[in-house]
């Protein structure tokens, strides 16, 4: 214990250096960084320990409590730092954790203090458990609800970092994110509906042809996740909207963006399935397949490229995707907001747009000519970061008259978290299970598409790792068994871990500025929980 180096930080967790363990907890001690970690089962019940501590012993705590340490020139993250003080006080194993959270206190118990920066962190688990009894005198399971009110009754029972963790936590729970979005989408999915079937009956009188479209759309659409949409609802929260009827038509309008992009996204990378079905251009190919009377093998009568089911297909779909565009402006001008809010709106869609599309551009270039790491990442910056989690949370956010300082912290959260979101893309595009992604995993590779993690392995493979990727990536001719090439040379080369970790650098700022965005407790932790879905995400 005493010979225990732990990391200190500022009030903003910002690292300031090394120190021992006794000068940290002596006199006025050293602010230095701490964490919590409280275990939910499947049932919401809360492991809570009393726990045996040269510092407030005997008070009821958290599942399990320590710091982050400093060994063998190495400093332990905060989930290392919770599987070890997890196993060494409750024998229990790894458990996935969260940061939901932190607080600055300092507390003194005789000689000693505790002067922390300490991180709420929690998890998930309803294995056995194994109370060291050198570590804890007794455990007991309670639920969440209980637990937070027998704090405020008999708080001179807990530990007081336990007291501070549990105001922390009020309005958390473990499955915060789906309860919110299964909540929102209840809603939104009605309104969706009625607003296509509108859509459906007044385009009728042109042709059954041109109401197609909008069933097509309709069936697009709805196979997404709605989670942009959802978060055009978080951000419109966060300066105070409550109406959540005002805001779905632009919710719905951000969906409609979102389709817009892949419909022309999946042309642009010949990608034949997305969302688990055919692409929108191969839907309408099949109109005039080859069994088709109308299909020709060389409707280009110059080049004789195409036949007409492929160019039929891709042509209408570049029209449904521009019809998604024009309406999900009008889904804005015919909202209930004011003239002036409106204009704002329309303003910051367009913008989304625009960097989307200036992305793309890069995209498509940099799929043919070298680029540096600074080059590929300005690409994730303007093509997830910024229409994936900026766009929608700022639209939101100004419809409900945010604070300046709110959107840029919303500005900063969307960029880290955006970009993170990206690399995860990169990951599953390789590693991912197709049937569970709902989308091909060999798009990108056919494409030869610069990702941050192509680009990162084609710097650290080496030999004849380096001369395989360099023949498959971009072959239109590979196949499944390349691709599993593809995946091991990255593992090799450490690109894989790199990206892992910098993903986990780039959540952690991200939740650093989520206390910038709101005080609201509940809407922190679901603002954490979105940033963790980011990384931990499986399709």
Same mark, same amino acid.
């Given at each position: 214990?005493?010979?225990?180096?732990?990391?200190?930080?500022?009030?903003?967790?910002?690292?300031?250096?090394?120190?021992?363990?006794?000068?940290?907890?002596?006199?006025?001690?050293?602010?230095?960084?701490?964490?919590?970690?409280?275990?939910?089962?499947?049932?919401?019940?809360?492991?809570?320990?009393?726990?045996?501590?040269?510092?407030?012993?005997?008070?009821?705590?958290?599942?399990?409590?320590?710091?982050?340490?400093?060994?063998?020139?190495?400093?332990?993250?905060?989930?290392?730092?919770?599987?070890?003080?997890?196993?060494?006080?409750?024998?229990?194993?790894?458990?996935?954790?969260?940061?939901?959270?932190?607080?600055?206190?300092?507390?003194?118990?005789?000689?000693?203090?505790?002067?922390?920066?300490?991180?709420?962190?929690?998890?998930?688990?309803?294995?056995?458990?194994?109370?060291?009894?050198?570590?804890?005198?007794?455990?007991?399971?309670?639920?969440?609800?209980?637990?937070?009110?027998?704090?405020?009754?008999?708080?001179?029972?807990?530990?007081?970092?336990?007291?501070?963790?549990?105001?922390?936590?009020?309005?958390?729970?473990?499955?915060?994110?789906?309860?919110?979005?299964?909540?929102?989408?209840?809603?939104?999915?009605?309104?969706?509906?009625?607003?296509?079937?509108?859509?459906?009956?007044?385009?009728?009188?042109?042709?059954?042809?041109?109401?197609?479209?909008?069933?097509?759309?309709?069936?697009?659409?709805?196979?997404?996740?709605?989670?942009?949409?959802?978060?055009?609802?978080?951000?419109?929260?966060?300066?105070?909207?409550?109406?959540?009827?005002?805001?779905?038509?632009?919710?719905?309008?951000?969906?409609?963006?979102?389709?817009?992009?892949?419909?022309?996204?999946?042309?642009?990378?010949?990608?034949?399935?997305?969302?688990?079905?055919?692409?929108?251009?191969?839907?309408?190919?099949?109109?005039?397949?080859?069994?088709?009377?109308?299909?020709?093998?060389?409707?280009?009568?110059?080049?004789?490229?195409?036949?007409?089911?492929?160019?039929?297909?891709?042509?209408?779909?570049?029209?449904?995707?521009?019809?998604?565009?024009?309406?999900?402006?009008?889904?804005?001008?015919?909202?209930?907001?004011?003239?002036?809010?409106?204009?704002?709106?329309?303003?910051?869609?367009?913008?989304?747009?625009?960097?989307?599309?200036?992305?793309?551009?890069?995209?498509?270039?940099?799929?043919?000519?070298?680029?540096?790491?600074?080059?590929?990442?300005?690409?994730?910056?303007?093509?997830?970061?910024?229409?994936?989690?900026?766009?929608?949370?700022?639209?939101?956010?100004?419809?409900?008259?945010?604070?300046?300082?709110?959107?840029?912290?919303?500005?900063?959260?969307?960029?880290?978290?955006?970009?993170?979101?990206?690399?995860?893309?990169?990951?599953?595009?390789?590693?991912?299970?197709?049937?569970?992604?709902?989308?091909?995993?060999?798009?990108?590779?056919?494409?030869?598409?610069?990702?941050?993690?192509?680009?990162?392995?084609?710097?650290?493979?080496?030999?004849?790792?380096?001369?395989?990727?360099?023949?498959?990536?971009?072959?239109?001719?590979?196949?499944?068994?390349?691709?599993?090439?593809?995946? #091991?040379?990255?593992?090799?080369?450490?690109?894989?871990?790199?990206?892992?970790?910098?993903?986990?650098?780039?959540?952690?700022?991200?939740?650093?500025?989520?206390?910038?965005?709101?005080?609201?407790?509940?809407?922190? #932790?679901?603002?954490?929980?979105?940033?963790?879905?980011?990384?931990?995400?499986?399709?």
């Amino acid at each position: 214990m005493r010979a225990q180096t732990l990391l200190l930080v500022d009030d903003h967790d910002k690292f300031k250096g090394y120190d021992t363990y006794d000068h940290c907890h002596t006199g006025k001690g050293k602010r230095h960084r701490a964490f919590v970690t409280l275990l939910f089962d499947q049932g919401n019940k809360v492991l809570l320990q009393k726990r045996k501590h040269r510092l407030f012993d005997g008070y009821w705590d958290l599942t399990a409590i320590s710091h982050p340490l400093h060994v063998d020139g190495h400093d332990e993250s905060f989930q290392e730092a919770s599987d070890r003080a997890l196993k060494k006080e409750m024998g229990i194993d790894h458990v996935r954790i969260e940061n939901v959270g932190a607080f600055n206190y300092f507390a003194k118990d005789g000689g000693n203090c505790e002067n922390e920066h300490c991180a709420v962190l929690v998890g998930k688990y309803d294995g056995d458990f194994k109370p060291n009894n050198k570590e804890v005198y007794d455990v007991k399971k309670v639920s969440f609800d209980e637990f937070l009110s027998d704090v405020k009754k008999n708080h001179k029972s807990y530990a007081p970092w336990t007291r501070l963790a549990a105001q922390e936590l009020e309005g958390y729970s473990p499955n915060l994110l789906k309860v919110e979005l299964d909540k929102f989408l209840t809603h939104y999915d009605i309104y969706a509906k009625k607003y296509f079937e509108a859509k459906i009956r007044s385009t009728k009188k042109y042709s059954p042809i041109v109401s197609d479209f909008y069933k097509k759309l309709q069936d697009f659409s709805g196979r997404g996740k709605k989670m942009r949409a959802f978060l055009v609802w978080l951000g419109y929260q966060i300066g105070g909207g409550k109406d959540l009827n005002k805001i779905l038509p632009i919710s719905l309008a951000f969906e409609l963006t979102q389709s817009f992009f892949l419909i022309h996204d999946d042309i642009i990378d010949r990608a034949t399935l997305r969302r688990g079905k055919p692409t929108v251009h191969k839907i309408f190919g099949k109109k005039f397949g080859p069994t088709s009377p109308q299909f020709r093998t060389s409707f280009d009568r110059q080049t004789g490229l195409q036949g007409v089911n492929e160019h039929y297909g891709e042509s209408m779909a570049i029209i449904a995707g521009d019809i998604a565009a024009i309406e999900l402006f009008d889904l804005v001008s015919n909202s209930d907001f004011t003239s002036d809010l409106k204009i704002l709106c329309q303003k910051e869609l367009a913008k989304v747009i625009l960097e989307t599309a200036y992305g793309q551009i890069l995209d498509v270039e940099y799929g043919y000519v070298d680029a540096s790491l600074s080059d590929v990442t300005k690409v994730a910056d303007l093509k997830a970061a910024r229409y994936s989690f900026v766009g929608p949370l700022t639209l939101g956010a100004i419809l409900s008259g945010a604070a300046e300082k709110q959107l840029k912290a919303i500005e900063a959260f969307g960029l880290t978290a955006g970009l993170a979101f990206q690399m995860q893309d990169d990951i599953l595009g390789v590693f991912g299970d197709e049937a569970v992604l709902g989308k091909s995993t060999m798009s990108d590779l056919w494409e030869g598409k610069n990702t941050i993690l192509i680009h990162k392995t084609k710097e650290l493979a080496k030999g004849r790792d380096r001369d395989d990727l360099d023949k498959i990536w971009g072959n239109e001719a590979a196949k499944n068994k390349d691709l599993e090439r593809v995946g #091991a040379i990255i593992t090799k080369s450490g690109a894989l871990d790199w990206c892992k970790r910098e993903n986990r650098r780039l959540i952690s700022l991200a939740k650093k500025e989520i206390g910038k965005i709101t005080n609201d407790q509940a809407k922190r #932790a679901l603002f954490g929980q979105i940033a963790d879905f980011v990384i931990n995400r499986t399709k």
